[in-house]
């Protein structure tokens, strides 16, 4: 998450996107069964890799294992787990095998490592406890991730909910490797006896488990007694307990309470002091959090002792309301009494961590000492001279092995540091975005240009490093709602999305500098939605939708933004579409009727053509073919693929897909007179694999291009190819960034 603005996050609006992946997705089949109309060659023949940006994401987790020098792992709220590799300097993706179908299980509610078996790892998946979401899962792996074993859970996970930054909800049972403990959200604690391949509710847990409360909000050993805390006791009953015997569980005594302990959050035990240090907030975050504190529990004799570095509450020099709880914590493993904490949800101050060396009796703020070095991931100055030290931190660790090897994770990043004073993004290999955009200019040095949320709109000038010119400015966005070119005029762009300093910008020099729309509908700050920019960029059509799914009219502009009119006759939400040639033509889908309406005197008004097509979903997505006037395709998801040749007076199915979820075109092959067709879909039978697909004959065959290794969940939003690259194809995933595949 980036600073604070007025829109809502990808946090708060990916829940609808993937209720509705959710109510379309198609039976997983493990494998592949080759469908008429799809070649078998080239199956495997494509290398898959992103295009870095640089975290991006709300990393929610970090665990360095306590006994491998190098080792440590990361979940993320939507984009899976990852392992990093010291020695490389990277990070590994564990999860990209994770198809369709499994999408939810690419947010990690929790971690776990055994101490006593250097390569075992298990994750608790599951990104959504909803009605509308599937069960959890638990991954367990004997390799570090290289192959997992899977056990369905009959219960659900929450990772991109309130409560995805607290802490580990999986523990291996210090006394018994064979034994794993799970808290879960809404059904209490479960304990598994055989390493996590069956499991079932633990006897004797004495908390009440509620069906819209947070649950268990940590699970954490202090030599082999066993603590639980809890989230739903409201501040006044006990929100801490223990277990000696892994039977009997009971509340901690004279365990703090209040507002400011309403929340464990999250817990580290010092092993040399025998203090377990645990942090607290009014509310369980990340979001929602003004009051928090510190303490330490001497578990030798019991004795609690308040240790709050800094008490929330008062006034910034600006006169803001300083308001926030605590979040991470982390202990030496070298160092007796040295521990570090974090604060959370920050905004006015900006977020800190204070570090101690005397078991909490004195702390020094980290911030104020901290040089950040952005240079490798320039977004995180969101537009400024300076970048922030961060928000939502509540993944601490402290590597076991080098006491000044110090790692942080925020909406957007994990910093690293090897002294305490230089800090910087320890994030290669993670890409956590979730993307809404994509267009492949045919000119220009960028191959590429991209929206997404949080981080809004960049200009890709090599795919192998994040963008130097860092996000958008002028404005700055949050979230991108909308990226167009004109296809007669590439260098002019236009993009949308939530800001508090504009929603509309307009480029000539094809994304590299940005300036303002001159005015804009006042509709236009609560309910950015898709733009379109005619053929030769004299038109511009901004539809408006606000997050929560409302539809407003549309508003047309002829002089590049500086004035706007209402559109009555264009179809409330709908995405416009320009034709590529004529610079009078514009179309847009109605989901709701399933119609096709066009335009002919440059957006002015609309009226409707080919009707009577699949209606009743709002992701369905209209492309027209580059270079080729109503020319218009269309993907309605599970009703299949159509296509119209005459400009939307109709459309007749294209018999070769099954289900078709986005689309987009590339370079011809040689020899060929049509683009590259990319998409994902499916080819049929009912119940084949929903994948990527390549189509060099207008769609009479296809090939599919990515593998099961390269799945990467939901990836129906948008997809690309290059104009100038035949065969390179670019692909948005729900929270593993922009992939891109090339032919070997």
């Known amino acids: 998450m980036s600073a604070p603005m007025s829109r809502p996050s990808r946090r708060t609006v990916l829940a609808g996107t993937a209720a509705a992946a959710a109510l379309t997705a198609v039976p997983f089949a493990p494998g592949h069964a080759h469908a008429a109309g799809e070649k078998a060659d080239d199956a495997t023949a494509y290398r898959w890799r992103n295009v870095v940006i640089g975290g991006t994401g709300f990393i929610t987790g970090v665990l360095f294992h306590p006994r491998v020098r190098g080792l440590a792992y990361a979940r993320t709220d939507i984009g899976g787990a990852y392992r990093w590799d010291d020695r490389a300097a990277r990070w590994t993706p564990l999860l990209d095998h994770l198809g369709w179908d499994d999408w939810n299980l690419l947010g990690v509610e929790a971690m776990a490592v055994d101490p006593a078996h250097r390569d075992r790892i298990y994750l608790a998946c599951g990104t959504y406890a909803q009605a509308w979401a599937g069960n959890g899962a638990i991954l367990r792996s004997d390799d570090r991730g290289a192959t997992w074993r899977r056990t369905d859970l009959t219960v659900k996970l929450g990772a991109n909910e309130d409560g995805r930054g607290a802490g580990e909800r999986l523990l291996v049972d210090p006394r018994d490797s064979g034994t794993l403990w799970l808290g879960t959200r809404h059904d209490g604690l479960w304990r598994s006896t055989d390493r996590g391949a069956t499991w079932r509710p633990a006897p004797g847990f004495p908390a009440t488990p509620s069906p819209t409360g947070q649950g268990v909000t940590l699970l954490v050993a202090a030599g082999r007694t066993l603590y639980a805390g809890w989230g739903d006791a409201g501040g006044t009953a006990p929100n801490l307990f223990r277990t000696a015997d892994g039977a009997t569980w009971e509340p901690v005594p004279g365990q703090p309470a209040g507002t400011a302990a309403r929340v464990p959050i999250r817990a580290a035990y010092d092993a040399h002091t025998r203090d377990l240090y645990v942090t607290y907030a009014d509310a369980p975050g990340p979001n929602g959090q003004s009051d928090g504190s510190v303490h330490k529990l001497q578990t030798m004799n019991g004795r609690w002792t308040e240790v709050t570095p800094a008490r929330p509450g008062g006034t910034t020099d600006d006169g803001s309301a300083d308001t926030f709880g605590y979040g991470g914590v982390a202990v030496d493993a070298r160092r007796p009494g040295t521990v570090v904490v974090s604060t959370n949800n920050r905004w006015a101050a900006v977020d800190t961590l204070f570090r101690s060396t005397d078991g909490g009796h004195s702390w020094t703020s980290l911030k104020e000492s901290a040089r950040l070095d952005v240079s490798e991931t320039p977004y995180l100055k969101w537009g400024e001279k300076q970048p922030k030290f961060g928000w939502w931190i509540q993944a601490v660790a402290l590597d076991p092995f080098d006491s000044k090897h110090l790692v942080y994770g925020t909406g957007a990043t994990l910093y690293a540091t090897r002294d305490l004073r230089r800090w910087a993004p320890q994030i290669r290999g993670l890409e956590e975005t979730s993307v809404t955009q994509l267009i492949s200019p045919p000119s220009g040095r960028a191959h590429l240009l991209s929206g997404s949320r949080d981080i809004g709109v960049m200009y890709h000038e090599r795919l192998t490093a994040s963008p130097a010119r860092g996000m958008a400015a002028n404005p700055v966005f ?233 799945q990467w969940g939901w990836t129906g939003e948008t997809i690309t190819g290059d104009p100038r690259i035949h065969g390179r194809v670019y692909l948005a995933t729900n929270g593993r960034g922009i992939q891109y595949g090339d032919p070997r």
């Open 478 to 710: 949050g979230s991108a709602t909308g990226l167009a070119q004109a296809a007669r005029r590439p260098a002019y762009v236009v993009r949308t999305g939530w800001g508090d300093h504009g929603n509309g910008a307009y480029s000539n020099d094809g994304g590299i500098t940005w300036a303002p729309f001159a005015s804009q509908p006042a509709i236009a700050k609560s309910a950015p939605g898709p733009i379109a920019a005619n053929a030769d960029g004299s038109v511009l059509l901004w539809s408006f939708v606000h997050w929560d799914g409302t539809k407003y009219a549309a508003h047309r502009s002829a002089d590049n933004g500086t004035t706007w009119s209402e559109v009555p006759s264009f179809p409330k939400g709908a995405r416009p579409v320009a034709d590529p040639v004529d610079p009078a033509v514009f179309y847009a889908y109605d989901t709701d009727a399933g119609a096709l309406l066009a335009s002919t005197d440059g957006g002015r008004t609309f009226t409707a053509r080919a009707t009577g097509l699949p209606a009743g979903d709002s992701q369905y997505q209209l492309a027209v073919a580059p270079g080729r006037s109503g020319d218009l395709w269309l993907s309605t998801k599970h009703n299949g693929l159509y296509r119209s040749t005459d400009g939307g007076a109709a459309f007749t199915r294209v018999t070769s897909c099954l289900a078709s979820h986005t689309l987009g075109f590339g370079k011809a092959a040689d020899g060929a007179a049509y683009p590259a067709v990319y998409q994902v879909g499916s080819l049929g039978p009912a119940g084949t694999l929903t994948a990527v697909y390549r189509s060099d004959d207008e769609a009479r065959t296809w090939t599919r291009i990515n593998d099961d290794r390269h």
